[in-house]
């Protein structure tokens, strides 16, 4: 049985952008119109899978995408969102990353109440995953992306710059 974003990557069904590592595609099955996914070419399963440089790069165009979708669809929130997992509701064994284009009271909940912990469970959790992780297994380098700079802000007459619309989304 094959893979269905490996099928959008071969058919090159909706694809928005692509290189020789990712492929950004528009989705016809979304929780909302205007879903797009960041999808390796290469085929791996879950995210602890897929190497650094990949994740780095699914990361960079998820953030140009979702940039875009603010922009383009007029959107005031973007979830991007990773299913790694079955038990995460990963439904194609492949890693990608959805941006999901969000407005207020569209329906949408992906909101989870949190519960205190009792502090035996916080205990064990934290000793398990403080023995489970290898802080010397761990290196990370500054990845400079030279197709990323910052941008001035400024104002065209009569258009808002989406900089500034941001920052009237902060509360």
Known sequence: MKCEYCDIIEEKNNLLYEDDDVVVAV???AVTPGQISVIPKQH???FEQVPPDIVTKCSIMANKVSV???EGLGSQGTNIIVK???GAGQTVPHFAMDIIPRQEEDGLNLQWQS?????DE???A???LKDALNPTAITVKKVKDES???EKVKEEKGKENYMLKSLKRIP
């Open 115 to 119: 519960k205190q912990l009792m502090e």
């Open 148 to 150: 990323v700079k910052p």
């Open 126 to 128: 934290f000793s398990t």
């Open 27 to 29: 989705r016809d099955v």
């Open 68 to 70: 875009s979708v603010f």
């Open 44 to 46: 791996f399963t879950i």
């Open 122 to 124: 916080m205990d064990m």
């Open 84 to 86: 790694n997992g079955t």
